[in-house]
């Protein structure tokens, strides 16, 4: 892909009509053009920037991957499996009323309340399901905001645009919890700071969940409704292999449908990710496998050390060594991800030399691909 | 009392030629006059409007030109003369009871005037009327001075009673809305008593007022024809100026006559080239143009729009007996005359010059070309645009969001009136289709019941509130009865805007100023079983949720009435704008990313300008009407609006 910045129509063409986008929603809400809407990016009327943020910010224009992670960790690309990581463990809130509602272990969500009690951040943009469970990006201000906004649903949302909408005057203090592609975008907006919005210095902590893929909110969420008395669902789960199932938490019992159902829902962008576990994140969260109840945390950053280690001394976390069998397995599916996506990009390009956006030293590729 | 009313019998006068045509009327003694606006006819009923309580007669805007030409045949069964007006469009509207009305003939005098729009200056089409008289057999006569305006209305309303048959008056453009003397005569005096007299003089079982047996009555109306070509061969509007036998003969009438009067003056052809000047233009004069035709071996035609003078001419010379001599036509079949637009003196020329083999450089190549480089070197380009304030940009945008939001590739339908400038950048080239009045509707209709074809796209039928009531209620109706999908909105600015502010049924004011009952479109939708909401589109984000709701839905129709007075009429009666409106330059991004000139560059109120020394968009106070709508379009909130 070609390495310029270009304006909101090669967005367009390049990304959001190729079937590229991933809803992150970086493009969005900074401008009058491009707006979220129902699970597409809509570009309301022409604009003739020719260099725009929208397109800057894309995390499926091209990124340099190396430039990135210099930014971040002062150090180029990897190419590990887990990205740049300072330690691997696994965690769990000690808060019970966390734990019960909590998609795991409540990791996310006992961090966020101890950095807006500690005065890291004066807020935090989340995802918040309505009441019929469509998702929408949510600025929580206080811990019972933070516990509302608890629970996945797995479906693609375009919480940076809620970014974007924050008054470039606002010296509010950010936490964000996001998706791979989410913070990979982020990572961009660090290295090149944007214009005419909000500082994006305001943005204190990057939490990072784990992703394999998400759903498209628009047609995943038809078919939940149709499905599914949804105001009365309580949580979704996609238990660990091999249950192979989407189970939906109602009072009546839980209710499952196939995976294979569910999956003509992932977004086509899922397909050339390469991260897993959100490598540019301050702190990175998903479950862990075999054990219920905790979440695995790859913390990077010396802001993410930081926030654990105060959460353990305040007693807020529970946290011990991942066993090394889950570790293993963890690095596994994460460079499973990778291959399959440069797999997919070189089919796309038709040139194993050509990565389309990914900005990939050519050693770290052909580590990827061995 | 002064304009066309004024009692000053051999006074001249200065009149539009639609004011003339109003005159003519009120001396010919009218008792009822009755219109649907548009340009450019409207000027007949306005000045007629201001006169009618004081001398006694009944004027109206009626709800279309079907009803209109109704109303004044009413009057006419019943011994009251009537005249009725409208463009040309108009005259489609009301020809199906024109061409019942032409077989069973009529009370007392009965005058249709039209006005045509050559070029469609103002106008969804071309179009020549003089052929409608042709197909109908209507007695149609046709002005080429504004004296001749007032005499010829005048006398239609004579002609019309001895013919027994409804009689036309053709203008264009040129004679409506230009200027000329015209020296007035006597306003009658006499009480007019209505009774309607029902029995056919002919057949006494039958009803007078009824097309039957048309057969019978359609030799009827051509033995009127005859009559009416008998009373036109000696007619003082035919005249001819020019040598006795001359080497070209123009024939022509109407605006065209001074053209070719010019042309002739200017290329000093005068001993050369003689003008026939016909006012009564259908049935022709034959045997006048037939006697003219012997004398001379070239013709040309001089005519706007159709070659109505010259394929009837032709058709007259087929006649001929075979010995007669042969001329050459030019005209538009032979492509001297334009067959298309308006024409000029310099039109004229160049066909006069092209016929005579005359070189006519009418100015200097040099000058010529630098007269048509200046327009463009120091006037900015202007485009057609709605008025700052106006309500329909709001809606427009809003419906442009909302079918971007909805991402099915949805559209409008349209039809003509102020909201026709939703075809360019005004309305965000978001009307594809505009044809007449309610066509929107009614075409939205047809593209609502393509589902069985795969056809997914949101249909979104506009029009406005005087347009509802003229030709779309039925359009709606289908749309209910025959399920058809798609969304109609109605662009209720209180006003027949686009003619001047005439009001309609849904005002609550009568065109003579008395208040009467509001009809009532959300009612009378209601009423229909119709889902109607109600928006201020200067609630732009209520607006196009409220579209967006509509258009996500299938089955038959719905309504969204997009409802904000007409900003001039709302500027007219407070006489102050509701807000002072200002950029802060401060926070006006201009040209950065994150705006783009999104005020001036896509918005497009032309009360926001763009100052290139700054950088930043600033209020043109002159024309800004401090409707405030910009300062919720503007992202950074860069333009503020304080209440006045």
Known sequence: ?370 | MSGVGLDAPGSTQLFIGNEAIARGALEAGIGVASAYPGTPSTEIMESLIPVAKEMNFYAEWSVNEKVALEVAAGASFAGIRAITSMKQNGVNVASDFLANLVMSGIGAGLVLACCDDPSAISSSNEQDTRNIAKWLDIPLLEPATFQEAKDMTKWAFDLSEELNSICMIRSVTRIAHARGNVTLGELPKKEQKAHFDSICPVVPTLPKFIPYPSAWLHSQLHGKLDKAQELFESSPFNWYTGPEEAELLIITGGSCWLYSLEAVNALKLQSKVGILKLGTIWPLPRKLIETHLGKSQKILMVEEIDPFLEGSIKELVADLPPASPHPAFYGKHSGHINAYGELNPDLVIEAIAKIMGLAYQPRDPEYSKKAEEVPFTYMPPRIMTFCPGCPHRATFWAIKNALRLDGRDGFVTGDIGCYSMAIGPAGYFQERTMYCMGAGAGVANGLGKLGQFGFSQPVLAVCGDSTFFHATIPALINGIYNKSNFTLVILDNNATAMTGFQPHPGTGVTGMGETTTVVDMEALCRSLGLQVDVCDPFDLENSTATLLKAIAQNGGPRVVIMRRECELVRGRRDKKPPYKVHVDPDKCLGEACGCDRLCTRVFGCPGIVWDNESGKATIDETICTGCGLCADICPQGAIIRETV
């Open chain 1, 1 to 370: 892909m070609d390495m310029k910045v270009k304006g909101s129509k090669e967005l367009l063409t390049e990304v959001i009509d190729a079937g590229l986008c991933t809803l992150c929603g970086a493009c969005a809400g900074g401008c009058p053009y491009l707006v979220s809407y129902k699970g597409r990016i809509v570009l309301l009327d022409s604009c003739t920037i020719s260099e725009g943020q929208c397109y800057q910010y894309c995390p499926r224009t091209y990124t340099d991957m190396d430039a990135i992670s210099q930014g971040v960790f002062g150090t180029p690309y990897s190419g590990d499996e887990l990205g740049t990581t300072k330690e691997v463990l696994m965690a769990r809130s000690t808060d019970t009323r966390i734990k019960e509602r909590a998609q795991y272990g409540g990791t996310v969500t006992t961090l966020l309340s101890l950095a807006l009690e500690e005065g890291l951040i004066d807020g935090a943009i989340l995802t918040k399901m309505s009441d019929d469970k469509t998702p929408g990006a949510f600025l929580a201000r206080s811990r019972e905001e933070i516990f509302q906004c608890t629970g996945s649903n797995y479906m693609a949302c375009p919480i940076l645009e809620a970014l974007n909408h924050i008054p470039k005057d606002s010296t509010e203090k950010l936490g964000i919890v996001a998706m791979p592609c989410q913070i990979l975008a982020l990572s961009k907006m660090k290295k090149e700071p944007p214009q005419n919005r909000v500082s994006i210095g305001n943005v204190k902590l990057a939490v990072g969940l784990f992703c394999t893929w998400a759903l498209s909110p628009d047609g995943f969420h038809q078919f939940l409704k149709e499905k599914l008395d949804l105001p009365q669902v309580t949580k979704f789960d996609i238990p660990p292999p091999p249950a192979n199932i989407f189970e939906a938490y109602t009072p009546s019992g839980k209710i499952s449908f196939p995976l294979d159902e569910i999956r003509k829902f992932v977004m086509p962008a899922c397909a050339y990710c390469l991260d897993m576990t959100s490598e540019f994140a301050d702190i990175s969260v998903g479950s862990v496998e075999g054990i219920e109840g905790w979440n695995t945390v790859i913390v990077r950053t010396d802001v993410g050390a930081q926030l654990i280690e105060m959460a353990k001394e305040k007693g807020k976390l529970e946290v011990d060594t991942l066993p090394l069998e889950n570790l293993a397995h963890l690095k596994k599916a994460s460079l499973l991800k990778k291959k399959r996506a440069l797999q997919q990009i070189i089919t796309r390009s038709g040139d194993r030399k050509n990565l389309l956006s990914v900005g990939l030293q050519q050693s770290i590729t052909d580590k990827l691909l061995a």
